[in-house]
T-cell receptor, first 116, second 109 residues
Framework: GAVVSQHPSRVICKSGTSVKIECRSLDFQATTMFWYRQFPKQSLMLMATSNEGSKATYEQGVEKDKFLINHASLTLSTLTVTSAHPEDSSFYIC????????????FGNGTRLTVT | GQNIDQPTEMTATEGAIVQINCTYQ??????LFWYQQHAGEAPTFLSY??LDGLEEKGRFSSFLSRSKGYSYLLLKELQMKDSASYLCAVKDSNYQLIWGAGTKLIIKP
């Protein structure tokens, strides 16, 4: 149980375009989902916390107008990278957990974004 | 500030045992997690400790001492597929996850 599906797994886009990444909890409801970014050989960096039915909470230094988050239902959150630039190229990972504080986070398989 | 320390890299031999340590200083404590992350893949959950002591799960065990702000992940009968990064994460008083930088474990034949 507790499967998180993330799509697409890999995307290449041109500079200036926007990319949408979907994160779905397949067999549980998640009021909260988390979006991480990971650069090569570095640890996970929390970008934002996605809250169903309300605005996302962004970490310091993360531009909310550039990384748009929509958590429209208890099983779906989306991250849109707007006007992507080569420096946005990274591994983006979403995670979610069943709504119990002791539950571990379960991660999607990640999306490798390459901006050319 | 909040801080989690893990060794950057460790090397061990196939079939042996390795212990990966994690020390933490956080504002409150609501549990400690260990995750495994293979290169280019997302992390996968390994273990969760909230009370002091040892949690065993097959070849992997995790230990916690809350008074010392210390945990370790013990891997036995190492296999080549165990080569990965191991991430320690602590949930603080606000139930936010604080991540360590990860320990890259290299298994040699």
């Amino acid at each position: 149980g507790a499967v998180v599906s993330q799509h697409p797994s890999r995307v290449i886009c041109k500079s200036g375009t926007s990319v949408k990444i979907e994160c779905r909890s397949l067999d549980f409801q998640a009021t909260t989902m988390f979006w991480y970014r990971q650069f090569p050989k570095q640890s996970l960096m929390l970008m934002a916390t996605s809250n169903e039915g309300s605005k996302a909470t962004y970490e310091q230094g993360v531009e909310k107008d550039k990384f748009l988050i929509n958590h429209a239902s208890l099983t779906l959150s989306t991250l849109t990278v707007t006007s992507a630039h080569p420096e946005d190229s990274s591994f983006y990972i979403c995670s979610a957990r069943p709504d119990r504080v002791s539950s571990p986070l379960h991660f999607g398989n990640g999306t490798r974004l390459t901006v050319t | 500030g909040q801080n989690i320390d893990q060794p950057t890299e460790m090397t061990a031999t196939e079939g042996a045992i390795v212990q990966i340590n994690c020390t933490y200083q956080t504002s409150g404590f609501n549990g400690l997690f260990w995750y495994q992350q293979h290169a280019g893949e997302a992390p996968t959950f390994l273990s969760y400790n909230v009370l002091d002591g040892l949690e065993e799960k097959g070849r992997f065990s995790s230990f916690l001492s809350r008074s010392k702000g210390y945990s370790y992940l013990l891997l036995k009968e190492l296999q080549m597929k165990d080569s990965a990064s191991y991430l320690c994460a602590v949930k603080d008083s606000n139930y936010q996850l604080i991540w360590g930088a990860g320990t890259k474990l290299i298994i040699k034949p």
